[in-house]
């Protein structure tokens, strides 16, 4: 199965439950949610116009919305001849679960590596059973979409972005029938801005959450 990808990079996770580890960011393209402070619309529209080789979306993007086919033998070959060393992969987006995303998860996990997928919840998980799904529940954005009850419990990790106590409130309306025993729940400030912070700060500390920042926009890196 071939998927739109947007862009392909190695970095550092700069967020969530693998802050700070190496990671091959896979970032597909294509997203209907529609958040209105997405640092990455240029991955919501999958145009025909903007189709190009496999060699040219090995790259960072953040401008065009460009995209190339790969599947995962392709994205292996790709990771080789980059010279990429990570052994955690990140699927990102856009909205990744737009995709049946089993065949791609399940060939990178049996070429050794860790899988993780950043999702807004909004849309079915097809994955390999020992991927790491992140969804970071996207509420009432323009493009109309409700988070899954399904999602919610599929997920290991709920990163949720948080400016005031109302996205606290939707969060907890959220996980009123879902078991959070055993998932990391995670607050990350929107545009790291100090009331936010601070908010998020007070909440993780009063109900043992995890506090996110975005590390790697402290850090100018991709």
Known sequence: MKYPVNEVFETIQGEGTFTGVPAIFVRLQGCPVGCAWCDTKQTWDVLEANKVSQQQVIA???????????????????????????????????????????????????????????????????????????????????????VLTTALVRANEIKHPIATQNHIDELDELLTDIDVTNKTICLQPISQKPRATELAMKTCISRNWRLSIQTHKYLDID
């Not at 050794?112 to 009432?140: A, D, L, R, Y």
Request: charge should be negative.
């Open 60 to 146: 960072v993007d953040g401008t065009i919305g460009r995209w190339a086919n790969h599947d995962a033998s392709s994205l292996l070959a790709a990771f080789t001849e980059k010279g990429f060393t990570a052994k955690h992969i990140v699927i990102t987006g856009g909205e990744p679960c737009l995709y049946d995303l089993s065949e791609l998860t399940s060939q990178l996990i049996e070429a050794g590596n860790s899988v993780q997928i950043e999702t807004s919840g909004t849309f079915e998980i097809h994955c390999h059973e020992q991927v790491w799904v992140t969804v970071s529940p996207k509420v009432n954005m323009k493009g109309g979409y409700k």
